[in-house]
């Protein structure tokens, strides 16, 4: 084990995975020299040289239609977004391409890749280096979604990421890159997608929460705890596929869910989690799924006030699960 | 025919780069047989047994003289709705182009799942293809990058209307694979028309392989009524890729003989005269009379030809009529891997 920063897990899993398969291949914008504009690619160009670690034009569509193009010939392409709020005119390639490639031809072709790229707000980044982007592409079949919020699952998630036969959106929220520290297994190992993971047991209720929103319900539960509230807090970790089981269990034992997300609740991802326990846990059910997301308006301002007013916290969470609890 | 037939190399005489008689006849045979596959295509629609047809009528010559200059086993093609000869010279016998307008179960590209149109093969190296234009222009631009760095010797062709060149995709392809001095070819059938909107709407250029100035690329012209014409420009191209020096944009004029689609009527935006020009302009009328005249197609050959094509093309009709329709229990399958399934 190793404490390791949120940052330089995902950092290991990429040269590792580089040092382990030939055909992996790494492009984006200023991955290369650069090392990524957090850092994260930060000397494997040196260490694989600039016909893997590939310093793009600035063309969103271009990175993921080209590595589309390169998984078909044999490749194993790592793409970077360099922000999710760019990741937009790439939409085409990866919804009536990539994830619709093995559909379309019936297992003719596949294009297993990553689609790595920094979501989230809390860090001053404004409209466009803030938002939160899964519910558009966790709607896609034949794409995965995953969300670590931990060092080691993201860590471990990137290496099954990179390892599946299928396209994978990996989405880190960049606040966590050099705020979130966390002991890391040695060696090799994977992180399976799919299962969600329980950090925190209670009786009172269950916070679901991904990414960032993970450690804020976390906090909360803290705060909660203090005041007698004993709330379970379930790790989404995947989207898509999306570990209903564990969901239902926990809404089993604890007959009460709020969900929790950055991104705005109207069609948010939320609505799904919610829907789902609505649909199969309704008889386990004291109060109605509740969703907190964030406000609804177009994307997250700038100053320091408006960001804050825009951002979930503990004491947000700790609010809406006090509601909750006494309905 | 026989999957081997469709492998066979021409010989091709090593002076002027000019194909021998046993070549040309097997270049218009293609064109003949791609000319009389889509004109079934159109009696199934036009009979009630297949829903839609997207056609390839008047784009033979570009297609065959284009293909023609590839490795037909070792290179890809990525190509786009108008590809029926490319795909045929590529592999796929006509009877899995009618499996394909007919929505079976067995149809190669998508086993029924696609409009018919939407080539692809993976034996063959025929990338599967979508609706949107010009995103293929990137995946070819990275088979090609793969192709490069893995030292395959691979050449990538792709293909597209005249349309696709507006969108950003074909403009982000071209740009990468100039950067990369990638071994892939972009060809461009220029018909004229984006279903019913004309060249001068679409551009503000006369040729489209102006552009290829911008890609740090040679971007070449010529007219897709001679077979030759277009020969000669592709292996050109393709000696290009192959020895390094990078990608080309290949424009090649065609007439478009039929109308955008099976849901389409161009004589609403074409003029009688246009239409008339469009027909006089034939390949397969145009590389006939070449022939002809210099002596390779004799009056025999000729009809040996299109016997060989009647018989294939009613055979192929056959096979893919008698096919099943897929089962929709199957409809849910291969969304994602699925570990025991063959590829």
Not at chain 1, 293 to 299: H, K
Not at chain 2, 176 to 187: D, N
Request: one cysteine or more.
């Amino acid at each position: 084990m190793a404490d390791k920063r949120f940052l330089d897990a995902i950092h290991d899993a990429l040269h590792e995975e580089m040092a382990r398969d030939p055909a992996t291949v790494i492009l984006g914008e200023d991955v290369g020299r650069k090392g990524g504009v957090f850092g994260v690619t930060d000397g494997l160009y040196e260490a694989f040289g600039e016909a893997r670690v590939i310093d793009t034009p600035l063309a969103e569509s271009m990175i993921i239609g080209v590595a589309i193009g390169m998984s078909v010939n044999g490749l194993r392409p790592i793409a970077e977004i360099q922000f999710a709020d760019f990741i937009h005119p790439a939409f085409d390639q990866i919804l009536s391409e990539a994830a619709r490639m093995r559909y379309r031809s019936r297992n003719g072709f596949q294009c297993p890749m990553v689609i790595r790229t920094p979501y989230g707000g809390g860090v001053h980044g404004a409209l466009y280096h803030s938002q939160s982007i899964e519910a558009f592409y966790a709607h896609i079949p034949g794409l995965k979604v995953v969300v670590p919020s931990t060092p080691a699952d993201a860590k471990g998630l990137l290496k099954s990421a990179v390892r599946d036969h299928d396209p994978v959106l990996y989405l880190e929220h960049k606040k966590m890159y050099r705020s979130v520290r966390g002991e890391v297994p040695d060696g090799d190992f994977t992180v399976p997608i799919g299962p969600a993971a329980v950090r925190r047991s209670g009786r009172d209720l269950s916070i679901f929460a991904y990414g960032l929103m993970l450690h804020e319900s976390l906090g909360a539960a803290e705060l909660l705890a203090r005041e007698g509230i004993e709330a379970e807090v379930v790790d989404v970790r995947t989207l898509r596929p999306l570990d209903t089981k564990t969901i239902l269990e926990s809404v089993a034992r604890t007959s009460r869910a709020l969900i929790v997300h950055e991104d705005n609740r109207f069609g948010g991802f939320g609505a799904e989690i919610a829907a789902t326990i609505a649909e199969e846990g309704f008889k386990s059910l004291d109060a109605p799924p509740t969703r907190l997301g964030g406000p609804e308006v177009p994307a997250v301002p700038f100053s320091a006030p408006i960001e804050e007013w825009f951002m979930i916290s503990p004491e947000k969470i700790a609010a809406a699960a006090r509601k909750l609890v006494a309905y | 025919m026989s999957p081997k037939d469709t492998k066979t190399q021409p010989r091709v005489s090593r002076d002027k780069g000019e194909p021998a008689a046993a070549a040309l006849l097997e270049m218009y045979y293609y064109l003949c047989l791609a000319r009389a596959v889509d004109e079934r295509m159109w009696a199934l629609q036009r009979s009630g047994k297949a829903a839609f047809v997207i056609s390839g009528q008047g784009h033979e010559g570009a297609q065959v003289g284009a293909v023609y200059a590839l490795d037909r086993e070792r290179d890809w093609l990525v190509p786009f709705y108008r590809s029926v000869a490319a795909v045929l010279m590529k592999g796929m016998p006509p009877a899995e182009i009618f499996l394909i307008q007919l929505g079976k179960d067995t149809d190669p590209s998508s086993g029924g799942r696609q409009m018919p149109g939407h080539y692809g093969h993976s034996r063959h190296k025929i990338l599967s293809t979508s609706s949107p234009v010009a995103t293929q222009c990137l995946h070819a631009a990275g088979i090609a990058y793969a192709a490069k760095v893995r030292g395959t010797g691979e050449v990538c062709l792709t293909a597209m209307g005249e349309g696709s060149t507006s969108e950003g995709d074909f403009h982000e392809a071209l740009n990468f694979a100039g950067v990369h001095r990638l071994p892939v070819i972009f060809v461009v059938e220029n018909n004229g028309f984006a279903i019913s909107v004309p060249q001068k709407k679409q551009m503000a250029v006369d040729n489209v392989s102006a552009r290829a100035a911008g890609y740090g690329m040679p971007g070449v012209t010529v007219n897709g009524s001679h077979v030759l014409e277009v020969y000669a420009a592709a292996r050109q191209a393709v000696a290009r890729a192959r020895g390094g020096e990078g990608p080309t944009l290949l424009e090649i004029k065609v007439p478009r003989l039929t109308a955008h689609s099976s849901d389409d009527r161009q004589e609403r935006y074409r003029t009688p005269e246009d239409l008339a020009h469009a027909r006089a302009q034939d390949p397969v009328h145009v590389f006939a009379a070449e022939l002809r005249e210099r002596g390779v197609l004799t009056p025999d050959g000729e009809q040996e030809i299109r016997a060989r094509i009647q018989r294939e093309v009613d055979m192929g009709t056959e096979i893919a009529e008698a096919a099943p329709l897929p089962d929709p229990a199957t409809a849910t399958r291969f969304v994602y891997f699925e570990p025991d399934a063959e590829r």
